[in-house]
């Protein structure tokens, strides 16, 4: 009995759909896995046009989530969102790349950053995502 009990939590516990969002944290261990010499950007008093606001962005952008990574030299800008749709859908607004709940930003054309949030986030580009969607209609 004890067997079934488990078996059918362990079901139900993995049954769910995949978690459809990653906190902070986990984004930035992922990003580490990946290249431990990534670094935050520290945005100083003087350069507030340099601030990632939500006011710039979408339904569900999370207030105070904005981030300015820094790889290879390059930033890689990662806002965190309450929903993986409402990634999806800022990021197709944007034209650029999502992964989760998270948009990134300004990487589109830069190849170290597509590059980077591919491989450490398993980034999509929503455009060329919704592209295919259509394609297969």
């Known amino acids: 009995m004890k067997w079934i009990l488990f078996a059918l939590l362990l079901v ?4 769910c759909s995949e978690e459809e969002v990653y906190t902070q944290k986990e984004l930035w261990y992922m ?3 990946v290249d431990p010499d990534i670094e935050l950007v520290g945005i100083a008093s003087h350069e507030e046009h340099r601030r990632i606001l939500c006011k710039n962005y979408g339904p569900g952008c999370v207030k105070g989530t904005g981030r300015r990574i820094k790889v290879k030299k390059v930033e890689i800008i990662a806002i965190m969102f309450e929903t993986k749709e409402q990634a999806r859908t800022e990021a197709l607004r944007i034209d650029q790349y999502y992964a989760r709940n998270w948009v990134f930003d300004d990487i589109k054309g830069e190849p170290i950053q597509e590059a980077f949030v591919k491989k450490a986030f398993k980034a999509i ?3 060329a995502e919704y592209m295919a969607a259509k394609e297969k209609e």
């Open 125 to 127: 580009d929503a455009k």
């Open 12 to 15: 139900l516990g993995t049954s």
């Open 31 to 33: 990003a580490i896995e």
